[in-house]
């Protein structure tokens, strides 16, 4: 088992930039891909942006350019910068680790609890 800890939401103002961070609480397995998701009120939990242990990343459309997806494996923490945050970007954005123990082997999957984040004015 793997628990994720999230910190660094919080309130920020259109324009505004926020740096969210996630610590795993062991050592994830060389095969994983470690992401953040958000889910609005009264939406469904959507990708925002992840990173493979290769260290190649993808994004969501809507964050590309805006929101960098960054990670220090030996700490285990993944980390999101968001920059010009939006409105639309308000969400409880989730942390989630998937990894597995070689390359046949099946994945397994953590999400943290969540942190808010809100642009508004």
């Known amino acids: 088992q793997v628990q994720l800890v999230e910190s660094g939401g919080g309130l920020v103002q259109p324009g505004g930039s926020l740096r969210l961070s996630c610590a795993a609480s062991?050592?994830?397995?060389?095969?994983?891909?470690m992401g953040w998701y958000r889910q609005a009120p009264g939406g469904t939990r959507e990708l925002v942006a992840t990173v493979t242990s290769g260290g190649s990343t993808n994004y969501a459309d809507s964050v590309q350019g805006r929101f960098t997806i960054f990670r220090d494996s030996p700490k285990n923490t993944v980390g999101l910068q968001m920059d010009s945050l939006k409105p639309q970007d308000t969400a409880v954005y989730y942390c989630?680790?998937?990894?597995?123990?070689?390359?046949?082997?099946?994945?397994?999957?953590?999400w943290g609890q969540g942190t808010q984040v809100t642009v508004s004015s």
């Open positions: 989630n680790v998937r990894e597995r123990a070689h390359i046949l082997g099946p994945w397994q999957e953590y």
């Open positions: 062991r050592s994830i397995f060389s095969i994983n891909v």
